[in-house]
């Protein structure tokens, strides 16, 4: 089985990034403890200060498909799109397995 890897580019409103900040950070934290969540990082950007992408690794796209379902996704996305300048990109993608 090949794991699931998601980058979502996050965009918000430069008055907002420490409020967007928070909420990203949580939502890594309560996903991290979903099953079959392997990783889910934050990385703001170096260039620009008001954008952020998650990268998140999942066992699979089932186990990245109820990630959608949860209660704190939803929460968080609920009090994070206020706050954006754009709509998050997201991009899925498999892993290639070297020898």
Known sequence: MTNLIVMAKVTVRPQYTSQ?????????????QESG?????ILPSLDEGNVFTTL???ESSETEM???NTDHLKTII?????????EAR????TEVKTI
């Open 20 to 32: 967007a900040s928070a909420l990203l950070i949580e939502l890594a934290c309560k996903s991290e």
């Open 37 to 41: 969540c392997l990783s889910y990082k």
């Open 56 to 58: 998140e690794v999942w």
């Open 66 to 68: 109820k990630h959608w």
């Open 78 to 86: 609920a009090k994070l799109n206020p706050l954006l300048a754009a």
């Open 90 to 93: 997201i991009e899925k993608y």
